[in-house]
């Protein structure tokens, strides 16, 4: 059973374009994040998320934590080539001591 | 900037070979993990460890073993490697943060077992 549900898992647009991936689960979480992976490296965090209805902003990057704490997205404004790659959202619950549950993760190719 | 590192980079050995893999982080984290990924696909965790002399089985059963002796080390050992093994490995320590806690990753272990 998948705990967290990542939409979609391909996404290919033109350089310019706006886009939102989702991360959904019936689960309640004490935190999310958002992590960027690019080929033959680890992910890197972009962002923690810890309140219902939490926006956070990172130049074109908006992250946005669901009010009840189950979902979340993020936007992408004017997309660029450097923007692609492999986003996975995690999300940890209170008494998880720091175990993340990951999603599986979008594929974002953004072409010139 | 994270400082975790891990060694080979890549490593491409024969079927029974028994193989370790190097975590090491200097930040002092308490918690570290290790995670098995196939390209482009979700993270899934096989091993994890609170603190020195604890580790736990993760989510994914592995074939792995792990040991953590010291803060900074956490090392993975096969000790027969198969073609089913072949994959990314990523390791991962994380401490408590005002975000709850935040995974830092190193760059990776692709395994080959042929």
């Known amino acids: 059973t998948q705990l967290l549900e990542q939409s979609p898992q391909f996404l290919s647009i033109q350089e310019g374009e706006n886009l939102t991936v989702y991360c959904n689960s019936s689960s309640v979480f004490s935190s999310l994040q958002w992590y960027r992976q690019e080929p033959g490296e680890g992910p890197v965090l972009l962002v923690t998320v810890v309140t219902g209805g939490e926006v956070k902003k990172l130049k074109r990057l908006t992250f946005q934590f669901g009010d009840a704490r189950k979902d979340s997205s993020l936007h992408i404004t004017a997309a660029q080539p450097g923007d692609t790659g492999l986003y996975l959202c995690?999300?940890?619950?209170?008494?998880?001591?720091?175990?993340?549950?990951f999603g599986q993760g979008t594929i974002l190719t953004v072409h010139p | 900037e994270a400082d975790i590192y891990q060694t080979p980079r890549y490593l491409v050995i024969g079927t029974g070979k028994k193989i370790t893999l190097e975590c090491s982080q200097t930040m002092g984290h308490d918690k570290m993990y290790w995670y098995q990924q196939d390209p482009g696909m979700e993270l899934h965790l096989i091993h994890y460890s609170y603190g020195v002399n604890s580790t736990e089985k993760g989510d994914l059963s592995s074939e792995s073993t792990v040991s953590r002796i010291r803060t900074e080390h956490f090392p993975l050992t096969l000790e027969s490697a198969r073609p089913s093994h072949t994959s990314q490995y990523l390791c991962a320590s994380s401490e408590r943060g005002t975000g709850g806690y935040e995974q830092y990753f190193g760059p990776g272990t692709r395994l080959t077992v042929t």
């Open positions: 995690a999300g940890a619950r209170g008494t998880s001591y720091g175990k993340l549950t």
